[in-house]
């Protein structure tokens, strides 16, 4: 590490966990909603967060500025990096690399999916109700559908992955047990915050997001 990266590598590191940790927990959440409520229980958990005091500026502050400030060291982080220097264990060395693609992916993912949804609610294009219908019209393309898995998949693996990788570089986790273990731990979260991710994904494509026409012209076409 370079003498006078320090501060802003220690900020980056900060930032990864809070508040972008518990930004995806969040949003990981919210989309469920979709998945076990449907369009009711999504459009009551939208209404929750739209509700909150100082919405815009927790956005900037909580979502949109960190995002950006390691997003964009991440990816300067990730341009100097050595990929396989063999300082490590086969294994963290293959988990250091990931980290690595799996920022680069979650930067394209965020980018895209920030202009298709908040940009386009900011723009006037798309009402919050609209968000469930629109979502709908987004995934129901296979391929956008798939770039949405791949783009969930990557940006939780990085930020689980880089669970472990904080807990090590702040000293929290310091022996190979207690390494392992967080490592298990760390990887259950993974799978579920992608579990949550992709149920919402799933319940999205379904006919209860469909538009009112799509829908009555699917049940034309079936009837
Ligand atoms: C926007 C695109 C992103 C890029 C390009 C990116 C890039 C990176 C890179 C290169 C690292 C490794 C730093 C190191 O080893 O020193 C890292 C670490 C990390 N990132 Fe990201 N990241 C992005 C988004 C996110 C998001 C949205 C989250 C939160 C969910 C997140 C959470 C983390 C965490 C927790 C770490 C570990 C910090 C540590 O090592 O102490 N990142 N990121």
Same mark, same amino acid.
Request: hydrophobic content about 50%; glycine content about 8%.
């Given at each position: 590490?370079?003498?006078?990266?320090?501060?802003?590598?220690?900020?980056?590191?900060?930032?990864?966990?809070?508040?972008?940790?518990?930004?995806?927990?969040?949003? %990981? @959440?919210? /989309?469920? +909603?979709?998945? =076990?409520? #449907?369009?009711?229980?999504? *459009?009551?958990?939208? $209404?929750? &967060?739209?509700?909150?005091?100082?919405?815009?500026?927790?956005?900037?502050?909580?979502?949109?500025?960190?995002?950006?400030?390691?997003?964009?060291?991440?990816?300067?982080?990730?341009?100097?990096?050595?990929?396989?220097t063999g300082r490590f264990?086969?294994?963290r060395n293959?988990?250091f690399?990931?980290?690595?693609?799996?920022?680069?992916?979650?930067?394209?993912?965020?980018?895209?999916?920030?202009?298709?949804?908040?940009?386009?609610? %900011? @723009?006037? /294009?798309? +009402?919050?109700? =609209?968000? #469930?219908?629109?979502?709908? *019209?987004?995934?129901? $393309?296979? &391929?956008?559908?798939?770039?949405?898995?791949?783009?969930?998949?990557?940006?939780?693996?990085?930020?689980?992955?880089?669970?472990?990788?904080?807990?090590?570089?702040?000293?929290?986790?310091?022996?190979?047990?207690?390494?392992?273990?967080?490592?298990?731990?760390?990887?259950?979260?993974?799978?579920?915050?992608?579990?949550?991710?992709?149920?919402?994904?799933?319940?999205?494509?379904?006919?209860?997001?469909?538009?009112?026409?799509?829908? %009555? @012209?699917?049940?034309? +076409?079936?009837?």
């Amino acid at each position: 590490m370079k003498g006078n990266s320090y501060l802003p590598r220690k900020i980056h590191s900060l930032l990864g966990v809070i508040p972008l940790g518990l930004f995806i927990v969040e949003h %990981a @959440l919210t /989309n469920y +909603s979709a998945y =076990e409520g #449907g369009k009711e229980g999504f *459009s009551d958990s939208i $209404d929750l &967060l739209n509700s909150l005091p100082l919405v815009l500026w927790m956005e900037i502050f909580l979502i949109w500025l960190p995002i950006l400030f390691h997003g964009v060291y991440g990816l300067y982080i990730a341009y100097q990096s050595n990929i396989n220097t063999g300082r490590f264990s086969y294994g963290r060395n293959w988990a250091f690399t990931a980290q690595r693609i799996t920022g680069v992916i979650t930067f394209i993912f965020i980018a895209w999916h920030f202009y298709e949804t908040r940009l386009q609610v %900011a @723009l006037g /294009n798309v +009402s919050h109700e =609209e968000l #469930g219908q629109h979502m709908n *019209s987004i995934v129901s $393309d296979p &391929l956008a559908f798939t770039a949405y898995i791949i783009g969930v998949l990557a940006a939780t693996f990085h930020f689980a992955n880089g669970l472990w990788a904080f807990l090590v570089s702040w000293g929290i986790t310091v022996g190979p047990r207690a390494q392992k273990v967080s490592s298990n731990i760390c990887m259950v979260i993974f799978v579920i915050i992608a579990a949550l991710f992709l149920l919402s994904l799933f319940a999205f494509r379904g006919d209860e997001f469909a538009s009112a026409a799509a829908t %009555a @012209l699917s049940s034309v +076409s079936v009837g």
